[in-house]
């Protein structure tokens, strides 16, 4: 028999780097479909924006050449909104291709530029219809609030995204508890809710053409699918399924403490070291708000996380029961 043996002070030999050079080219892959799939419905909207006669529409310089601008910040807003909500839904398409923390970039990117465009849609169609009807924007917005169907829910939806975006600056998210902030987040996605029914309503866009209904429905569908089936679906059938359920708490020093949960089959959640879950522990109250740890130690027959009490969260899972059931969402990050 052979012993394999290392002198004191060799150096360890590395593992194989082709693992790791297959899983960056995996990443890449991911990465470079979902930036594909954003840019191809983003140009795609353009180009039935050309279709419906777009360009010819701008080339008269005069008020329709404004509201057809008007026309295409707003089709190119509602693609990004709908996309703002996909980032967030857990789609494992932008999962594996931007990580979390690339979705946290990406998402403040689109945010920015759906928020600044829906701006510019609303502000270039008072400029355009006001212009034909030689009225005075203000006045002309106005009639499209009171007026113009599907128009009160937009306003109330882009107040909500606007209250989103506010509270998202830094120096106001700051001061804000983190679960406000959330709650605030959450309702300007019901802001997106309302905002974009609009179109049907009003949007000569999104009636033009059958490919163009087609297109918004899909979208609008998948967007409402993926939040119900990742967010919601999926990790409740997953948790329910693997039984999971916690199995151990252990104070880690003052101010922290380790939690082991078991379940059912856990390698099937393909989870590795370094991921995180999102938790919801079913102990009461408060269940609902997830907070996520990583795993702290490798996962084999139970999923360790240790987190450190900072706030009421954290200091909710001291008192935490063996048996208490589990709900997590992921694994996630790389
Ligand atoms: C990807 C990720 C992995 C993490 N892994 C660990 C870990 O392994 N161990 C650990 O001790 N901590 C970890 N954290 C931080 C941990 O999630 C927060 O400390 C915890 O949620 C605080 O909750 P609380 O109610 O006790 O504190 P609060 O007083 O409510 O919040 C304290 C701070 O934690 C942050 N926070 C609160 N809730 C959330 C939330 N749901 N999502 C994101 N941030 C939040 C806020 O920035 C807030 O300022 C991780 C955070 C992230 C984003």
């Known amino acids: ?20 050079r297959a899983t960056h080219r995996r990443a890449k892959a991911w990465r470079a ?13 353009v180009a039935l924006w050309v279709a419906g006669g777009g360009v010819v529409a701008v080339l008269g310089l005069n008020a329709e050449t404004v509201t057809t601008f008007g026309r295409l910040t707003g089709l190119v807003a509602a693609n990004l909104l709908l996309f703002q909500v996909l980032l967030m839904a857990r789609v494992p398409l932008f999962e594996r291709g931007f990580g979390r923390d690339g979705i946290t970039r990406l998402h403040r990117f689109v945010g920015f530029w759906s928020f600044w465009l829906m701006g510019a849609h609303i502000a270039l169609l008072a ?41 998202s600056i830094r120096r106001a998210r700051r001061r804000l508890r983190y679960e406000s902030w959330h709650l605030l987040h959450l309702y300007a996605y019901l802001g997106v809710g309302l905002a974009l029914p609009h179109q049907l309503w009003t949007g000569a866009d999104f009636l033009s053409s059958p490919i163009a209904t087609a297109y918004w429905w899909s979208i609008w569908a998948l967007a409402a699918g993926s939040v119900l089936l990742f967010r919601i679906g999926m990790p409740v059938l997953r948790s329910s ?8 708490v252990e104070p880690d020093g003052a101010r922290a403490i380790t939690i082991r949960v078991a379940g059912r ?34 996962p084999g027959r139970e999923l360790t996380l240790t987190a450190r009490v900072v706030g009421d969260g954290t200091r909710g899972l001291t008192a935490l029961v063996p048996g208490t059931r589990v709900i997590v969402e992921g694994p996630t990050g790389r």
């Open 241 to 248: 399924r693997q039984a999971l359920r916690v199995a151990g």
């Open 127 to 167: 400029v355009g219809y006001a212009m034909a009807a030689g009225i005075n924007p203000l006045a002309q917005l106005w009639s499209f609030i009171w007026e113009y169907p599907g128009m009160l829910l937009a306003t109330a939806g882009t107040l909500l995204i606007l209250l989103g975006v506010v509270t």
């Open 265 to 298: 089959n856990l390698p099937s959640l393909g989870a590795k070291a370094g991921q995180f879950f999102v938790w919801r522990f079913l102990d009461g109250p408060g269940w609902t708000r997830g907070h996520p740890f990583s795993l702290s130690a490798a």
């Open 1 to 20: 028999m052979t012993t394999l043996t290392t002198r004191p002070g060799a150096a360890v030999p590395s593992p194989s780097p082709t693992p790791r």
């Open 33 to 45: 479909a979902a930036i594909t799939v954003i840019w191809a419905t983003s140009l795609f909207v």
